[in-house]
């Protein structure tokens, strides 16, 4: 499968984006999609995801309550609704699909296809 990141850009702070995942050559079918960014100098960290098949999310602690993970089964896209942005919200943002337990949802490990990434800049 290959994995297509999209929606990135410059926004001032409280604003919104939405990324969208798109996957070509399968469909999420029985996977996990996941978010993670990479702000400069840090690890990659977990964003959100969902299983795609029961539509059941997680979100990292940072995140919960302003962003939105979602499936668009007729599009094979997985959204991230991202509203009330702020500055260290700032990185690349990476999608990501596997087959992870439920106790390893938000572990990168647990993710062994990659897209490209989209650069998200919160202004301040």
């Known amino acids: 499968v290959q994995l297509q990141a999209s929606g990135g850009g410059l926004v001032q702070a409280g604003g919104s984006l939405r990324l969208s995942c798109a996957a070509s050559?399968?469909?999420?079918?029985?996977?996990?999609i996941g978010w993670f960014r990479q702000a400069p100098g840090n690890e990659r960290e977990f964003v959100a995801s969902?299983?795609?098949?029961?539509?059941?999310?997680y979100y990292a602690e940072a995140v919960k309550g302003r962003f939105t993970i979602s499936r668009d089964f007729a599009e094979n896209t997985v959204w991230l609704q991202m509203s009330s942005l702020k500055p260290e919200d700032t990185a690349v943002y990476y999608c990501?699909?596997?087959?992870?337990?439920?106790?390893?949802?938000?572990?990168?490990?647990?993710?062994?296809?990659w897209g490209q990434g989209t650069l998200v800049t919160v202004s301040s």
């Open positions: 990501a699909t596997g087959r992870p337990i439920q106790s390893t949802m938000r572990l990168k490990d647990s993710y062994n296809q």
């Open positions: 969902v299983r795609w098949n029961t539509g059941q999310t």
């Open positions: 050559g399968r469909t999420f079918s029985g996977y996990a």
